[in-house]
């Protein structure tokens, strides 16, 4: 049986804090409704108030983002702060630019929501998103208007730099070996999306005859939604048969994920990409690999068969980033991390997941081995997850009835319940924004699946019944 180690019993403290107005990734709304200009104006001020010096902004391809970058730069800059504006870009290349050149950052983005969202990820210095801790402190200034508002001779200045973009792409060509890709075609769908601008340039830049699908910058998301689906990614699949391409490439509205069909045209699970991804890292440099709590089983098993090890975290790629530098702080080798979602953190180049950079390493996955992706994926070994939701008002009471009713087995409660029993293990979390929880069941043995599952639900459904 694995053991799975989890921050907590390694004496880190990662827990979740509950905040009023952002989430696990930034704050989220409806434009015109909840996501307005006044509120950005108001995160504006107050990242203004608690970060001083040059700060960048930027956005996704979203048709509001332009009226609320230009709210989060008012504030910013009546707050004192000089304000570059690096223009579309994807999240990463934010985070890289933030990284390398400023005290800060703003990205206007809603991720793989539909296109009437938007939304804004604080970016610290250190390229990562905001923590849990700093956030609440910026809650507590827009809850109670607490802005450090500054006189016309401390009001920061707003310049342009559109071109900055260039040195995330430049960097990610020079990550690997010169023309890596090619003889190699491979084709890319950022979905209308801010990848648009980056990932066709990275991968032509590593060689590769690179075909496009959905790669002009549209707000309105014509060709498919941000979150890249399955359904939505059927022109993808045709187009890599068509052209015989190695595969192809979607990602989500602000490409922080990439997912990918094989040269067939077939969907790859993202814990299965990770998977690949992770056999490809610790093949040559087993250590640390950092990934939630509801990622497959898959991953650790790859892990470890290169004698590397796997740290969990709670659900929320801000838990795995910040994990993975704290372990390097303390002198653990950490190769990689992600979560099961296509979004995946490679240490070497920055702390954030970053989809282009997840599209490189396909490539030099591909171009060091003589077998097809297909092939590559069908020889990982097969798990098999059943996923549920269940709606109830008290999600905290079922959580509370399960842990009794499973004491016998062994419980993690890095977020939720993780339960181990036998080869099977299952995790039962409450949803952050909804009444639901969401159960997933997983083993190597689809029976054992199937049985802890159906014990779980039988300990479920009589509490649904007195609801
Ligand atoms: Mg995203």
């Known amino acids: 049986m694995c053991t799975r180690i989890s921050p907590e019993s390694q004496g880190m403290a990662v ?3 509950e905040k009023r107005l952002f989430g696990t990734n930034g704050v989220r709304g409806i434009v015109g409704k909840d996501m307005t200009p006044d509120l950005v104006l108001s995160i504006g001020l107050a990242l203004g108030s608690m970060r001083k010096g040059r700060i960048a902004v930027g956005r996704d391809s979203r048709t509001s983002g332009e009226s609320l970058a230009n709210a989060v730069k008012a504030g910013l800059m009546a707050a004192g702060c000089d304000v570059v504006d690096c223009g579309m870009l994807p999240t990463p290349a934010l985070q890289y630019l933030v ?9 206007i983005t809603a991720s793989h929501n539909p296109p009437e969202y938007n939304g804004v990820k604080i970016i610290e210095p250190d390229g990562t998103e905001m923590g849990d801790e700093q956030t609440l402190l910026l809650e507590e200034r827009i809850f109670s208007r607490n802005f450090d508002v500054k006189s016309w001779e401390q009001v920061g200045s707003g310049t342009t730099a559109t071109q900055l973009v260039n040195d995330y792409t430049d960097a990610i060509i020079r990550s690997v070996p010169e023309n890596i890709g090619r003889n190699m075609s491979v084709v890319v769908d950022p ?7 980056t990932t066709p340039k990275i991968l032509t830049g590593l060689g590769c005859r690179v075909f496009s ?10 060709g498919r939604l941000p979150e890249p689906s399955l359904d939505g990614l059927k022109g993808l699949a045709d187009l890599v048969r068509s052209t015989g391409s190695a595969f192809g490439v979607a990602h989500d509205g602000d490409a922080d994920r990439a997912v990918f069909v094989d040269e067939n045209g077939r969907f790859i699970e993202e814990n299965q990409e990770f998977a690949l991804v992770a056999d490809h890292i610790c093949r040559k440099h087993p250590g640390v690999v950092v990934t939630p709590v509801s990622s497959s089983l898959l991953v650790e098993t790859i892990v470890k068969k290169h004698g590397g090890s796997v740290v969990y975290t709670p659900v929320g790629s801000i838990y795995v980033a910040r994990t993975m530098r704290d372990l390097l702080e303390k002198g653990e080798t950490v190769v990689f991390g992600g979560e099961g979602n296509g979004g995946l953190i490679f240490p070497d180049h920055q702390f954030c997941r970053d989809g282009g950079m997840t599209a490189t390493v396909m490539v030099a996955i591909l171009a060091g081995s003589d077998l097809p992706l297909s092939t590559l ?3 990982l070994p097969v798990f098999h997850m059943i996923k549920e939701k269940i709606r109830i008002a008290h999600p905290e009471h079922l959580i509370e009835l399960l842990a009794e009713s499973c004491k016998a087995y062994h419980i993690d409660r890095t977020d939720g319940l ?5 080869d099977a293990w299952a995790l039962v979390r409450p949803s952050g924004t909804e009444p639901l929880v969401r159960v997933m069941v997983e083993s190597a043995v689809p029976d054992s699946a199937r049985k802890f599952f159906q014990e779980l639900m039988d300990y479920i459904s009589p509490v649904l019944k007195h609801e």
């Open 15 to 17: 827990k979740k804090l």
């Open 99 to 107: 990284m390398h050149h400023f005290d800060g950052g703003a990205m």
């Open 191 to 197: 979905g209308c999306g801010a990848a648009s601008v």
């Open 213 to 222: 699908i959905n790669a002009q910058v549209d707000g309105h998301f014509p």
């Open 377 to 379: 994926i069908d020889q």
């Open 418 to 422: 993780r339960i181990t029993k036998g």
